[in-house]
Nanobody, 129 residues
Framework: QVQLVESGGGSVQSGGSLKLSCKIS???????????VAWFRQGPGKEREAVAR???????RYIDSVKGRFTISQDDAKTSLYLQMNDLKNDDTAMYFC????????????????????WGQGTQVTISS
C-alpha cells in the first residue's frame, strides 16, 4: 500500500505562485526501488489530466500547457513530492492530486490516471483574475 497526502493549495491571483506538497508513505513504497509518482488535476467540468510526473532517478515529464511554469521535484529522502507552480493562469484552477504508480515500476509511457493506482485526497487551487 502507498499513502499520499497533499497540502499547499489555496487561492492566488493570476500570475502568482503556489507550491504543492505531497507526503508519500506506506509499506509498499520503497524509495530505492523503481517508482513513478505524478501530479494530476481536475478542473470544474473537466476530466482528470496528468500534469507532471517524476521517477526515482529524477526523470520528468510535463504536459505542454505547464512547461516552463511548473516544476515537479522530490526531497532527498524521496518521501515528499512537490509541484512548484509559477505564472499561474485561470485555466490552472483545479483540484490537484498526487498519485503513485505501482511500486517497483518505472514510468515508461504511463501518464494516464488509469496507470496510477494510489491517490491522495486532493488539494484545491483557485486562480482569480
Amino acid at each position: 500500500q502507498v499513502q499520499l497526502v497533499e497540502s499547499g493549495g489555496g487561492s492566488v491571483q493570476s500570475g502568482g505562485s503556489l507550491k504543492l506538497s505531497c507526503k508519500i508513505s506506506g509499506s509498499s513504497y520503497k524509495p530505492y526501488n523503481p517508482y513513478c509518482v505524478a501530479w494530476f488535476r481536475q478542473g470544474p467540468g473537466k476530466e482528470r489530466e496528468a500534469v507532471a510526473r517524476i521517477d526515482r532517478d529524477g526523470y520528468t515529464r510535463y504536459i505542454d500547457s505547464v512547461k516552463g511554469r511548473f516544476t515537479i521535484s522530490q526531497d532527498d529522502a524521496k518521501t515528499s513530492l512537490y509541484l512548484q507552480m509559477n505564472d499561474l493562469k485561470n485555466d490552472d484552477t483545479a483540484m490537484y492530486f498526487c498519485a503513485s504508480g505501482q511500486p517497483g515500476l518505472w514510468c515508461h509511457d504511463r501518464f494516464s490516471a488509469i496507470n496510477f493506482p494510489y491517490w491522495g485526497q486532493g488539494t484545491q487551487v483557485t486562480i482569480s483574475s
